[in-house]
Every structure is written in structure tokens, then in C-alpha cells.
């Protein structure tokens, strides 16, 4: 049995440490679980190419011989996609400008017309799903990425340290609690109920979560250690070194056919699922290759694919570090925690739960806020009797529904707007993160100047109004027939049903909110019924009266 001391001490850590890392982790949460989806919200956002339908793997060969007679530009490096869709409609694509930070200034595709005429469009890849998945990374910070992601890491370490004071305090009622949802009028006792359950159920995927979140955050000094420990002059120099090696290969040798590479790495590696190949010519003019592929009984490094070098000459893999199920032993240990963070390992299962425990983890984060502010209510009613809640208490209500519910409703109403933007503006991910932000920031000030208990139903209102936007743009493009809906297929239906689904939810949500604030204590800061504020907040005693 713990002693109840330790339990207590424990306690204050998990409730101030939930408190300062809780609506940051909110925002991480609540977009990591919509990046499991990044492939379909891509489709659905990401307007059609005007482009003939995409050559025959058997001819790409013939369209990147044309494609570099016309664009020498592509010379030093292209991309065959083996798998073409809404996401890659051109068999043959490269970059134009821009840094491996930042991304290519343009993307350009080229097809065969129906006379064997050579066509080039620039493809516009909506960058509304980046967005979101930059949320997920920095925790909504609008930061430059070295500066959010240290951030990020100290959260995420406050964020281990609630896990394991959480589990000690629910150590000596765990069988009693665990199973033991009290539905009720006590709403305080319900969601500590819920929240404990959520937080035992789903435990080990909060530890994997918070684990990897540390080590992504602090992997580039990890890398610099390890640098400077094994390999001399740093790992970057080793990685040149091993890049540039003189190739075995006689000068003007030509590259092996993109379905002769394909049918090669088929033979070398059975399940693997090639997307794209990727060829890229170094500084003394020879051509490596990378190929991006998929084997679900694997977990892979990338978020959606694993990744192998091979020898575009002849199709043979060439490096095995990242390739699933075929990887050396430590660099297969280091993948595992990107895996388990991704989620992209077991197929659409294993997706589809990630999703729901991002859900689950966002709301967690959400109830220990609300769960603390009625607790502290309790006490000081028992202690003073009615009275209205503190300055603080206030403060932390209002930031927890504006944090939160700004952040639905930001990255809904970003994504409706992807379909209405294209086209017409410009800078597409500026104008998707001023909406963003600009509706969060909203979002915050809304709810402090109409308190948590107004503004947590208006703003519910607003995330199931924002959601609802998004299969109504679907549906508007419908209507308009030639102007929509865009890639009209599977995976964008997904994304418009879990839209409505979202949106009935958050309506039902809004009026249970606006119920409990009409007919919950006057004294909670969920309440409408206003009491007069105490003339000195310091105070803890006298009279109150409803007003």
C-alpha cells in the first residue's frame, strides 16, 4: 500500500504539470490523429492537374528521355511515381528551387498527349495537410522549427512526468476505479471516472508517444553526440564519404528502365510495395537512386513508406538501413520508435486505432483541465460556502476552451477553405496558416470575453459549424458539376463522412455544454447564472448573491 503522503505529492505533480504541458498536448493530440489520414485530406484538398492520363510504367523510360530534352533542368534529378493518383498524377515530376528544409520553390509534371505530344503542368499540392501535421510536430507553437521542436521536447518530458505520477495515484483504487464508470448527476466523479479509464486503457500508447516525441525533438543533438563519439570528423562527413564513393560503372552506361528497377526489387524484396523511385545525379554526374515504398508487415522510417537506396543502372538495392523487414539490427531498433510513433506499421487496424487514441488523448488532456477546475470548486464551496470562483480559476477555464475548441475550429475551417482557395490565391500555406491562426486567436478571446460557460457552447457551435464546412464544400462542388467535387474517390468520401460525424458530435457536444451551463451550480465558472464578484479576490469569506 502507498503511503498517503506520496499519493498527494503525486498528485500535486500530475494536476500543475497536466495544467502547464495540457492544452499544448491538446493541439499535438488532436492533429496527430488527423495526420493518420494526411494521404486522403491531401486527395481532398488538393485541386486536379490539368495533365493527360499518366503514361504506361512501360513507357516512363520514353517520357523521362522527353522530359529532359525539353526541361535540361531536371538533370540533376527526377521522380518515376510507380503509383499515380489525385496526390501524384504525373508519372514523372521534379523539383524547381528550394532547400530539403523548406521544400522545392515549384513541382512540375510531364504526360503524353493523345498525339505523343509532350505536356508540363506545374502540380499544386494543396499544403493544407502540412500544415496540420507542423501543428502535431510543435505543438501549435508558431514557431521556426529548431526553436518549436526543443519546446516540444521539455513538453513532452512534463508530459512523461504526468504519466507516471498519473499511474501512481491511481495505484490503490486501480481494481476498484477501472471498470467503474459512475454515470450520474455528479458530473465532477463522471469525468474523473472517464479520464482514469482513458488514462489506464491507453497508457502504453501514451508512453510510446511521449518516449518518441523525445527523441524527435532532441534527435539532430542525438546526432551530434553520436557524431562526435563514432565516426570521425561527425556522422555528416561519414554520409558524404559513403555518398560519393567512385561508382563501378562505365561512363555513359544507360539507366535501366523504371519497370526493369521495379520487377528487380520485387525479386529482392517480396510484400515491399513500390510508390515511387527517385533519381538524383551527384556532383561528379553520377546517378543514385532512392526508392519509397510501403510493406505493412513492417514498421517503416517515413510517416507513410519505408525508404532503400538502389542502383538505378540495374535495379539492385544498394543500402538496406531503412528498407522493411530487411534492416540491420540497430538502425531496425531506431525505426521501431519512429513506427510506433507513425503508426504505420499492421495496416489500415492499426491506423484507424491510432486515430482513436489521439482522439482519446486530446480529450484526456481536455477533462484533467476540467476536472481540477471542479475539484478546486468543491472545495472552496464545502470550505466558504457559494461564492464565485478566483481570478485563476477563471483564467484556466477560458484557455482551456479557447486553446482547444480555437484549434478544431482553426484547422477545420483552414481545410474547408483548400477547395475555395485554389486558383485564386497565391501563397496557399501562408494564407491556410493565417486562417488558422486567426481563428484560434479568435477563438482565445472569444472565450475570455464571454467566459468559459458562454463561450465553451458558442465555441462548440463553431467547431461543429467549421467541420460541417468541410463536406458541405464537397457537396457544393457536386452541385456545380464541372467544378467538383475534386478526386472524387474513396478516400476523399472518408474524409467528408468522419467531417459529419465530427460535426454531429461537436453539436451534441454544444448543447450538452449549454444545458450544463443553464442548470449546473451557480458558483462553477461552466455556469451561466452569474454570482457578483467578490470585490477582493483574496477573499475567502462573505456573503455572495446571484445576479
Same mark, same amino acid.
Given at each position: 500500500?502507498?503511503?498517503?503522503?506520496?499519493?498527494?505529492?503525486?498528485?500535486?505533480?500530475?494536476?500543475?504539470?497536466?495544467?502547464?504541458?495540457?492544452?499544448?498536448?491538446?493541439?499535438?493530440?488532436?492533429?496527430?490523429?488527423?495526420?493518420?489520414?494526411?494521404?486522403?485530406?491531401?486527395?481532398?484538398?488538393?485541386?486536379?492537374?490539368?495533365?493527360?492520363?499518366?503514361?504506361?510504367?512501360?513507357?516512363?523510360?520514353?517520357?523521362?528521355?522527353?522530359?529532359?530534352?525539353?526541361?535540361?533542368?531536371?538533370?540533376?534529378?527526377?521522380?518515376?511515381?510507380?503509383?499515380?493518383?489525385?496526390?501524384?498524377?504525373?508519372?514523372?515530376?521534379?523539383?524547381?528551387?528550394?532547400?530539403?528544409?523548406?521544400?522545392?520553390?515549384?513541382?512540375?509534371?510531364?504526360?503524353?498527349?493523345?498525339?505523343?505530344?509532350?505536356?508540363?503542368?506545374?502540380?499544386?499540392?494543396?499544403?493544407?495537410?502540412?500544415?496540420?501535421?507542423?501543428?502535431?510536430?510543435?505543438?501549435?507553437?508558431?514557431?521556426?522549427?529548431?526553436?518549436?521542436?526543443?519546446?516540444?521536447?521539455?513538453?513532452?518530458?512534463?508530459?512523461?512526468?504526468?504519466?507516471?505520477?498519473?499511474?501512481?495515484?491511481?495505484?490503490?483504487?486501480?481494481?476498484?476505479?477501472?471498470?467503474?464508470?459512475?454515470?450520474?448527476?455528479?458530473?465532477?466523479?463522471?469525468?474523473?471516472?472517464?479520464?482514469?479509464?482513458?488514462?489506464?486503457?491507453?497508457?502504453?500508447?501514451?508512453?510510446?508517444?511521449?518516449?518518441?516525441?523525445?527523441?524527435?525533438?532532441?534527435?539532430?543533438?542525438?546526432?551530434?553526440?553520436?557524431?562526435?563519439?563514432?565516426?570521425?570528423?561527425?556522422?555528416?562527413?561519414?554520409?558524404?564519404?559513403?555518398?560519393?564513393?567512385?561508382?563501378?560503372?562505365?561512363?555513359?552506361?544507360?539507366?535501366?528502365?523504371?519497370?526493369?528497377?521495379?520487377?528487380?526489387?520485387?525479386?529482392?524484396?517480396?510484400?515491399?510495395?513500390?510508390?515511387?523511385?527517385?533519381?538524383?545525379?551527384?556532383?561528379?554526374?553520377?546517378?543514385?537512386?532512392?526508392?519509397?515504398?510501403?510493406?505493412?508487415?513492417?514498421?517503416?522510417?517515413?510517416?507513410?513508406?519505408?525508404?532503400?537506396?538502389?542502383?538505378?543502372?540495374?535495379?539492385?538495392?544498394?543500402?538496406?538501413?531503412?528498407?522493411?523487414?530487411?534492416?540491420?539490427?540497430?538502425?531496425?531498433?531506431?525505426?521501431?520508435?519512429?513506427?510506433?510513433?507513425?503508426?504505420?506499421?499492421?495496416?489500415?487496424?492499426?491506423?484507424?486505432?491510432?486515430?482513436?487514441?489521439?482522439?482519446?488523448?486530446?480529450?484526456?488532456?481536455?477533462? =484533467?483541465?476540467?476536472?481540477?477546475?471542479?475539484?478546486?470548486?468543491?472545495?472552496?464551496?464545502?470550505?466558504?460556502?457559494?461564492?464565485?470562483?478566483?481570478?485563476?480559476?477563471?483564467?484556466?477555464?477560458?484557455?482551456?476552451?479557447?486553446?482547444?475548441?480555437?484549434?478544431?475550429?482553426?484547422?477545420?475551417?483552414?481545410?474547408?477553405?483548400?477547395?475555395?482557395?485554389?486558383?485564386?490565391?497565391?501563397?496557399?500555406?501562408?494564407?491556410?496558416?493565417?486562417?488558422?491562426?486567426?481563428?484560434?486567436?479568435?477563438?482565445?478571446?472569444?472565450?475570455?470575453?464571454?467566459?468559459?460557460?458562454? =463561450?465553451?457552447?458558442?465555441?462548440?457551435?463553431?467547431?461543429?459549424?467549421?467541420?460541417?464546412?468541410?463536406?458541405?464544400?464537397?457537396?457544393?462542388?457536386?452541385?456545380?458539376?464541372?467544378?467538383?467535387?475534386?478526386?472524387?474517390?474513396?478516400?476523399?468520401?472518408?474524409?467528408?463522412?468522419?467531417?459529419?460525424?465530427?460535426?454531429?458530435?461537436?453539436?451534441?457536444?454544444?448543447?450538452?455544454?449549454?444545458?450544463?451551463?443553464?442548470?449546473?451550480?451557480?458558483?462553477?465558472?461552466?455556469?451561466?447564472?452569474?454570482?457578483?464578484?467578490?470585490?477582493?479576490?483574496?477573499?475567502?469569506?462573505?456573503?455572495?448573491?446571484?445576479?
Amino acid at each position: 500500500m502507498i503511503r498517503t503522503d506520496i499519493v498527494k505529492m503525486y498528485k500535486d505533480i500530475h494536476t500543475w504539470v497536466g495544467i502547464v504541458s495540457g492544452l499544448c498536448l491538446f493541439i499535438a493530440f488532436y492533429a496527430g490523429a488527423l495526420t493518420m489520414f494526411e494521404g486522403p485530406l491531401q486527395r481532398w484538398a488538393s485541386a486536379p492537374v490539368d495533365l493527360p492520363a499518366p503514361v504506361a510504367m512501360d513507357a516512363a523510360d520514353e517520357l523521362v528521355a522527353a522530359s529532359l530534352a525539353e526541361h535540361p533542368e531536371m538533370a540533376r534529378g527526377w521522380r518515376v511515381h510507380v503509383e499515380t493518383g489525385p496526390e501524384a498524377p504525373a508519372r514523372v515530376s521534379w523539383d524547381v528551387g528550394g532547400s530539403r528544409r523548406t521544400g522545392p520553390d515549384a513541382v512540375y509534371g510531364t504526360g503524353f498527349d493523345g498525339d505523343g505530344n509532350l505536356v508540363t503542368a506545374e502540380l499544386h499540392a494543396s499544403p493544407v495537410a502540412q500544415l496540420i501535421d507542423t501543428l502535431h510536430q510543435q505543438v501549435g507553437l508558431p514557431l521556426d522549427h529548431e526553436i518549436a521542436m526543443p519546446i516540444m521536447g521539455g513538453i513532452s518530458l512534463l508530459y512523461a512526468i504526468a504519466l507516471v505520477s498519473g499511474v501512481i495515484i491511481i495505484l490503490p483504487s486501480l481494481m476498484k476505479d477501472m471498470f467503474n464508470l459512475r454515470l450520474g448527476k455528479n458530473l465532477k466523479r463522471m469525468w474523473l471516472d472517464v479520464h482514469n479509464a482513458l488514462g489506464i486503457f491507453s497508457l502504453p500508447f501514451h508512453i510510446v508517444m511521449a518516449l518518441t516525441a523525445v527523441v524527435f525533438a532532441f534527435h539532430d543533438q542525438i546526432y551530434d553526440i553520436q557524431g562526435e563519439a563514432f565516426y570521425e570528423g561527425g556522422i555528416e562527413a561519414q554520409w558524404a564519404q559513403d555518398v560519393h564513393e567512385d561508382p563501378d560503372v562505365a561512363p555513359g552506361t544507360p539507366l535501366a528502365a523504371p519497370s526493369q528497377v521495379v520487377a528487380r526489387m520485387g525479386e529482392q524484396a517480396p510484400g515491399f510495395r513500390v510508390l515511387t523511385l527517385q533519381y538524383a545525379r551527384d556532383r561528379d554526374g553520377y546517378m543514385g537512386g532512392r526508392v519509397m515504398g510501403q510493406d505493412v508487415r513492417h514498421g517503416m522510417r517515413a510517416p507513410t513508406y519505408g525508404i532503400a537506396e538502389f542502383d538505378p543502372y540495374t535495379g539492385d538495392f544498394t543500402g538496406f538501413d531503412y528498407l522493411p523487414g530487411q534492416q540491420p539490427f540497430w538502425e531496425g531498433v531506431v525505426t521501431s520508435f519512429f513506427a510506433l510513433h507513425f503508426g504505420n506499421f499492421g495496416g489500415e487496424p492499426v491506423r484507424w486505432g491510432y486515430f482513436v487514441f489521439g482522439l482519446a488523448g486530446a480529450f484526456l488532456f481536455y477533462s =484533467g483541465n476540467l476536472i481540477w477546475i471542479e475539484a478546486r470548486r468543491k472545495r472552496l464551496t464545502k470550505r466558504h460556502g457559494e461564492r464565485p470562483q478566483p481570478r485563476s480559476t477563471r483564467v484556466l477555464g477560458a484557455l482551456t476552451v479557447g486553446v482547444a475548441l480555437g484549434s478544431i475550429a482553426g484547422m477545420s475551417l483552414t481545410l474547408a477553405a483548400a477547395k475555395w482557395m485554389a486558383g485564386l490565391v497565391d501563397d496557399l500555406e501562408a494564407a491556410h496558416t493565417w486562417i488558422y491562426y486567426l481563428t484560434f486567436l479568435a477563438a482565445i478571446g472569444w472565450a475570455f470575453w464571454r467566459g468559459a460557460a458562454h =463561450g465553451g457552447a458558442d465555441l462548440l457551435w463553431l467547431c461543429a459549424v467549421t467541420t460541417l464546412l468541410i463536406p458541405l464544400t464537397s457537396l457544393f462542388g457536386w452541385l456545380l458539376g464541372d467544378a467538383g467535387p475534386w478526386n472524387w474517390s474513396g478516400p476523399v468520401l472518408l474524409v467528408d463522412a468522419v467531417a459529419l460525424a465530427g460535426a454531429v458530435c461537436f453539436a451534441a457536444f454544444a448543447r450538452m455544454t449549454r444545458h450544463r451551463a443553464l442548470t449546473g451550480p451557480a458558483d462553477s465558472v461552466w455556469s451561466a447564472k452569474a454570482l457578483k464578484p467578490l470585490e477582493n479576490e483574496g477573499e475567502v469569506s462573505g456573503e455572495t448573491r446571484p445576479v
